[in-house]
């Protein structure tokens, strides 16, 4: 069994859905973002979605935005990002860690050597927004051979007709992004969520885990009502900027993320109370 | 359009919107479906002579087509070799070729059913034109444009104003193309069910590239025809600026399968290829990555983040290429060389003073890199240049170079 597995079936059994939490590899910088990362287990986060910063986040709103810029101009890299899960991997053996972002950084990396070594560093899975599956030969296959789970977002466009194609080689869990949208805006409506996971969970025996929009922990309650997981990005990486002095890590930064990862993780806890 | 046997270089894109190594579908899976759509119309379209027919229609009465082949006499002998032929796409309405694909896109957008159009544009004369189809046809429109650009190309902006464009000044990066495109790509995928992007380069997923290459063919099979009519054969060399390269497929796509014509592509070159940073030629000085859809040339760094670059040219200051060129970079077909900012100001001023036209400072690239080859190529052989657009958007960033306001 996969981590991944693992953790959503150990979410099961504990009757609620997993609280995905995505942060930004390397902001505001690389201790910072290091000291986050291994605060979000203990905080209650079930799975890290960790963000591989890219100069041209074509599906990220600007809190996201600013995130990757802010750890692009404090030097991280692709191998950077790499590293830290390796370091994190040294404590901690259990939580699931998925790597996300856009397919440049790792083409250019070479996709071979790049599974490589994520496979070593730890990494379990793999969220490429530009990797549709008509591109599959690219990085999905490869990273299914490797051993990594290639994590597949479903919208609200994938159609009943589309969702086999996009189901097929989606291993892990299957991420539905709540609207048609960048990250950061707000859900539309929360019914037609439950409907939707409804009808890809009939297409497929992976977890579903909802993204995009969820902010609070009562978004989380709700949504966790209906999926087995939710994930939150935007107001983490806003919590990282809100915490900021002149642009720097202040010493509540970290404490910033972890309280309301805290407060989401509550929410969770919720969810089918 | 036409494929003439197995080798030819104008059998592309394939079937996953390939051409060779480059090109695809590299998109979020929101957008996934809409693309298969517009595929499905543009198949349909393409086939359908009532479309075809249309485009042909406005074509002659609205754009002014065909568009003169001119022989500049004064600058030919000036450059004293090769004979100059000017293709005038800068007659067109809206003043250059942007016009031919955005007439195609509108009416593939009408009959798509929708209701609202987004563009990004460089120069301004994507924005422009595609605000002047959308006020023609009716249909709301927003235009991308990055903030340095807004500044440098002011007039442009205000016709797209009067036009009844709202223009949304994009602030990251540098404020420059590839800014734009980012954030109508964003809005795209906010809006997909209502809206039409409506993309001004031969780049972008599958099928832009092929989709713009087709309704920018005209100007190479226009002047095909024009050239034989006049003397009898077929050109020596055929010029084009690139910057995502739709004038340049446009003009090279009729003659790629003739050898004996050499074709060029002129680059930004910017303050120099050997700027870090500092110039816009991603064939020269890039290498394979993806972005905006398509896997292509890129300028980028050792990690694969994607380069600002630079040109005194808004419309070539993008740091990718459309995909096709990226093919026939690699096949060594056309022949791809940067211009820097300096040789593109000489040219303009050359064109202006010798034959009575200011040119784009976009299509001032592919002068210069005329200025650079015709004087070693013999009097009775020609060089035609694609004059993709006049330069009036330039004429203030100009003279503030060049010291006259
Ligand atoms: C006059 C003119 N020529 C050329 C270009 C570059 O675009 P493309 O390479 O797609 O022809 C532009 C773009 O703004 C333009 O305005």
């Given at each position: 069994m996969s981590r991944i597995e693992k953790r959503f079936a150990e979410c099961k059994a504990a009757g609620r859905p997993a609280l995905v939490t995505y942060v930004m590899a390397g902001d505001p910088d690389l201790a910072t973002s290091q000291a986050i990362m291994e605060a979000l287990p203990q905080a209650g986060s079930d799975i890290i979605e960790f963000g591989m910063p890219?100069?041209?986040?074509?599906?990220?709103?600007?809190a996201i935005q600013l995130g990757g810029q802010r750890a692009l101009a404090a030097g991280m890299t692709l191998r950077g990002v790499l590293g830290m899960v390796e370091d994190f991997r040294r404590k901690d053996e259990t939580t699931p860690i998925v790597l996300m972002g856009y397919y440049n950084p790792i083409y250019s990396f070479g996709v071979d050597r790049f599974l490589a070594a994520a496979k070593e560093a730890g990494v379990d899975g793999l969220i490429i927004v530009d990797l549709p599956p008509e591109e599959d030969a690219e990085l999905c296959i490869p990273a299914l051979r490797a051993g990594i789970n290639f994590i597949r977002l479903t919208t609200p466009t994938t159609d009943d007709r589309r969702l086999p194609a996009v189901l097929?080689?989606?291993?892990?869990f299957v991420y539905y992004?709540?609207?048609?949208?960048?990250?950061?805006a707000a859900i539309k409506s929360r019914a037609a969520v439950g409907e939707a996971v409804a009808r890809i969970k009939s297409h497929t025996d992976l977890p579903v885990a909802v993204g995009f929009g969820i902010k609070t922990a009562e978004d989380a309650a709700e949504i966790g009502r209906h999926s087995d997981g939710i994930v939150v990005g935007t107001v983490l990486v806003e919590a990282v900027a809100g915490s900021l002095v002149d642009g720097k890590a202040s010493d509540r930064t970290v404490a910033a993320v972890r309280d309301l990862v805290a407060s989401l993780a509550g929410g969770v806890k919720r969810a089918r109370g | 359009m036409t494929s003439t046997g197995i080798n030819s270089l104008r059998n592309g894109p394939d079937e996953e919107g390939r051409f060779g190594l480059y090109g695809g579908r590299f998109v979020a899976e929101t957008l996934m479906p809409l693309i298969l759509d517009l595929e499905a119309h543009y198949r349909a379209a393409k086939v359908d002579p009532a479309y075809l027919d249309e485009i042909k229609t406005l074509a002659t009465h609205?754009?002014?087509?065909?568009?003169p082949l001119y022989f500049a006499e004064r600058l030919t002998n000036h450059l004293g070799g090769a004979k100059v032929w000017l293709?005038?796409?800068?007659?067109n309405h809206t003043g250059s070729h942007k016009i031919n694909n955005c007439l195609g896109q509108i009416l593939l957008a009408k009959r798509m059913g929708k209701t609202r159009i987004i563009a990004e544009t460089g120069a301004g004369q994507h924005g422009v034109a595609t605000a002047t189809v959308c006020a023609k046809f009716d249909l709301p429109c927003t235009i991308f444009m990055g903030a340095t650009d807004v500044e440098r190309q002011k007039p442009n902006v205000l016709r797209m104003k009067m036009l009844g464009a709202e223009v949304r000044p994009v602030t990251a990066g540098a404020g420059t193309l590839k800014d734009a495109m980012n954030e109508a790509l964003r809005d795209w995928v906010t809006n997909v069910d209502t809206t039409y992007y409506l993309i001004?380069?031969?780049?972008?997923?599958?099928p832009y590239p092929e989709m713009v290459r087709d309704f920018q063919s005209v100007i190479g099979t226009e002047l095909k025809q024009q050239f034989q009519e006049a003397e009898g054969k077929l050109p020596e060399a055929v010029v084009a600026c690139v910057g995502g390269g739709s004038n340049a497929i446009g003009t090279f796509h009729a003659f790629l399968?003739?050898?004996e014509v050499k074709l060029y592509g002129a680059e930004a070159g910017g303050h120099g290829i050997?700027?870090?940073?500092?110039?816009?030629?991603s064939m020269t000085g890039g290498r394979p990555g993806v972005l905006h859809g398509n896997r292509t040339y890129l300028l980028q760094d050792s990690d694969g983040q994607i380069l600002e670059g630079h040109s005194i040219s808004a419309g070539l200051d993008y740091p990718g290429v459309g995909p096709e060129h990226a093919f026939l970079h690699d096949s060594k077909r056309v022949t791809y060389a940067p211009i820097t900012d300096k040789e593109a100001l000489d040219a303009f001023q050359l064109l202006t003073r010798t034959e009575g036209i200011i040119p784009a400072l976009e299509s001032a690239h592919g002068l210069a890199q005329v200025m650079k080859i015709a004087p070693a190529m013999g009097k009775d052989t020609s060089i035609v240049l694609c004059?993709?657009?006049?330069?009036d958007k330039d004429v203030e960033s100009v003279g503030n170079y060049l010291g006259l306001l």
């Open positions: 890219f100069s041209d986040p074509m599906a990220d709103g600007v097929k080689n989606t291993s892990g992004v709540s609207m048609t949208g960048i990250t950061g | 609205y754009t002014g087509r065909p568009s293709k005038r796409e800068e007659l001004g380069t031969a780049a972008g997923p599958h399968d003739d050898p050997d700027t870090e940073n500092g110039h816009a030629a004059l993709s657009g006049r330069g």
